[in-house]
């Protein structure tokens, strides 16, 4: 069985970096069917696509991000992590981490989901 854990640190202080850890079980980051995503979703608001990272190890990013994220990922661990760079003050949501088939795009992709954890920033 799939599964994906992203445990947080629940309060970040601004202008620091937060850094997230995906652990995925049941199945390889190095699958070259899937790639591996991180999605947030802020109060009120639509999620957001931050950015994926492929089962080869290319990362792509959400250019409104505007340079401030990093994913990488550690195959012998079998996962794979967000850093956000310079997080805003008064920024809350939940960040998950999400796996979809790499021929597919859209939410509606992706069929395994980490339970999301939510992200304060605040000093």
């Known amino acids: 069985q799939v599964q994906l854990q992203e445990p947080g640190p629940g309060l970040v202080k601004p202008s620091q970096t937060l850094s997230l850890v995906c652990t995925v079980s049941?199945?390889?980051?190095?699958?070259?069917?899937?790639?591996w995503s991180w999605i947030r979703q802020a109060p009120g608001k639509e999620m957001e696509w931050m950015g994926v990272?492929?089962?080869?190890?290319?990362?792509y990013y959400n250019p409104s991000l505007n340079g401030r994220i990093s994913i990488s990922r550690d195959t012998g661990k079998n996962q794979f992590s967000l850093q956000l760079n310079s997080v805003t003050p008064g920024g809350k949501a939940v960040y998950a981490c999400?796996?979809?088939?790499?021929?597919?795009?859209?939410?509606?992709?992706?069929?395994?989901w980490g339970e999301g954890t939510q992200v304060t920033v605040s000093s």
């Open positions: 999400a796996r979809r088939p790499r021929i597919c795009a859209g939410y509606g992709c992706y069929g395994y």
């Open positions: 990272i492929t089962s080869t190890g290319t990362p």
């Open positions: 049941g199945t390889s980051i190095t699958s070259s069917v899937n790639d």
